[in-house]
């Protein structure tokens, strides 16, 4: 797993953002933010990660200024449409199909459920000079960790400088 105080890596990838095919390209979203999280999960629909997500959307982070939330899993864009859209998710779902995204991350998993080359479930916080803020990851993307990994980044977004409410993950949720 990428380490703290290290420089992110870039990317550009396909992502779903607002029922819309782009590309997102990270250094537009440092640019215009305190801060940005990755969200990664190793497939869409995936329960705990559907409800980290959940907390996440629940909790108004897409709707914070001066913060940018991106969500990247193993899945295609055409998966990544029905999952924004059953779920309303008001951030941009990146489709790091072959997992080159999580691999530059150190966060690419071998193999998961019959899936191979995919991301880990995982939380990175990159501040706007590209440093790592914060990053942890779950050992298996179904543990239902007590704290989230999303819940954990609160107190590093706050340190940053974005107040926000901290995610009420609720594994047994409707979502």
Not at 84 to 93: G, S
Not at 120 to 130: E, F, G, S
Not at 142 to 166: K, W
Request: hydrophobic share 45%; aromatic share 10%.
């Amino acid at each position: 797993m990428i380490e703290t105080g290290v420089k992110a890596p870039d990317f550009i990838s396909p992502a779903v953002s607002e029922g819309t095919a782009v590309e997102l390209e990270l250094y537009r979203l440092i640019d215009n933010h305190h801060a940005v999280v990755l969200c990664f999960a190793p497939a869409n629909f995936v329960p705990t990660c559907t409800a980290e997500f959940a907390a996440i959307r629940d909790s108004g982070w897409a709707a914070e200024r001066d913060l940018a939330v991106v969500a990247l899993t193993g899945d295609s864009l055409f998966a990544g449409f029905a999952y924004a859209d059953r779920f309303d998710f008001p951030f941009p779902i990146v489709s790091d199909f072959h997992g080159g995204v999580a691999d530059s991350y150190d966060l690419r998993a071998e193999s998961w459920e019959g899936h191979s080359e995919i991301p880990r479930r995982a939380t990175v916080v990159i501040d706007n000079d590209w440093t790592v803020r914060f990053a942890e990851a779950t050992t298996d993307a179904l543990d239902r960790a007590v704290p989230s990994p999303a819940q954990n980044a609160t107190a590093t977004l706050r340190e940053i400088g974005v107040d926000v409410e901290r995610p009420r993950v609720n594994y047994d949720g409707p979502w």
